[in-house]
């Protein structure tokens, strides 16, 4: 479907951003704009990419006269720009919300102002009964793009809006592996905050595999969330050990604002969660459009979750200690 296609990334120079644009490059797409206000990271992702399907975009979603400039004639937009740190956040919460709530609002506007054919945005499972503000910030993207498709109008409006949740990117920069490995290898002790805490687990190929797959199925207002498995951070922490070598360990504590155990799913969504293939589909029950027997017409063999309660990482299966060392070294961290 992204043959021929004029894409826009918000955050385009983020890490995500960045395997997306190195991915979405390998098809036959007709331009990508990256869209940040990093210029410096511009400036390299320029250098590095060196492809002339790259436009390069500075502005910030908070500015949504710029946002619709940068969206004329775009067709697919992917949204992952947002401000991520947790303990920041906390300190600074009405600035996620300019750019996390606000700033998702303008891509919204700006997408059905341009006539973007399908706008995607790209969350976290910190959204699921969250416990901090960058995680009710999400939340609030999600609601704000899956309502949107109530403005889905074939005569006027024709944007379609769907939302991905997914966990922290194994691997991914400033995520706990690097962190961990750090710790091993400059000789430190490896802070623990709980030796039962358990998160989800998807590498970027994963995330990417499924960003593009449910891109293609989305109709509007749906939250997609692949199956995954998950690991304990303590198997987490004796498969870096193996890698790396042995050194002592402190218990922290957890943090506030930390989960022990991250949910992707809460057991009040279950009630609208649908199976299909190798993820989860969560329905908008606000959108009169599209209840259970659109679903089943829009997705052949699709069936309701009856066998959970809540998709959290404490109940799902748990990647065996030797299979996590194997993915650790695949990532060439």
């Not at 940040?36 to 250098?47: F, G, W, Y």
């Not at 995954?228 to 303590?234: E, F, Q, R």
Request: proline content about 3%; glycine content about 6%; aromatic content about 8%.
């Amino acid at each position: 479907m992204f043959d021929g296609k004029k894409i826009l990334i918000t955050g385009g120079t983020g890490s995500l951003g960045q395997a997306l644009t190195l991915r979405l490059l390998k098809s036959r797409v007709d331009s990508i704009r990256i869209f940040s206000r990093n210029e410096h990271k511009q400036i390299e992702m320029e250098s590095q990419f060196n492809d002339s399907r790259l436009r390069f975009f500075l502005g910030d979603i908070r500015d949504y006269h710029r946002l619709e400039r940068a969206l004329e004639d775009v067709d697919i937009v992917f949204h992952a720009a947002a401000l991520k740190h947790v303990t920041k956040i906390e300190y600074n919460p009405f600035e996620a919300i300019k750019t996390n709530v606000i700033g998702s609002q303008n891509v919204i506007d700006a997408c059905i102002k341009t006539n973007v054919k399908k706008a995607v945005c790209v969350g976290t499972d910190k959204a699921v009964s969250p416990l901090n503000t960058y995680g009710a910030t999400k939340l609030l993207m999600e609601k704000l793009f899956v309502t949107a498709n109530n403005f889905l109008n074939k005569e006027r409006y024709q944007t379609r809006f769907i939302a991905l949740r997914y966990g922290n990117v194994l691997g991914s920069s400033g995520s706990v592996v690097p962190k961990i490995i750090e710790q091993i290898k400059n000789n430190k002790k490896i802070t623990v905050t709980d030796p039962q805490m358990t998160r989800f687990s998807i590498t970027m190929d994963e995330a990417l595999d499924f960003i593009l797959k449910a891109t293609e199925l989305g109709q509007g207002s749906e939250i997609f969330v692949p199956k995954l498995k998950a690991y304990s951070i303590i198997d987490l922490i004796d498969a870096l050990q193996e890698m790396f070598g042995k050194t002592e360990q402190e218990i922290i504590g957890v943090r506030p604002g930390e989960k022990l155990h991250e949910s992707l799913i809460n057991r009040e969504e279950m009630r609208y969660a649908w199976e299909y293939k190798d993820m989860y589909l969560v329905a908008n029950p606000l959108y009169p459009l599209f209840h259970d027997n659109e679903i089943k017409s829009a997705y052949h063999n699709i069936s309701k979750v009856e066998n959970l309660v809540e998709y959290s990482s404490d109940e799902v299966e748990k990647i065996p200690k030797k299979e996590l060392v194997n993915t650790i070294k695949s990532l060439a961290v």
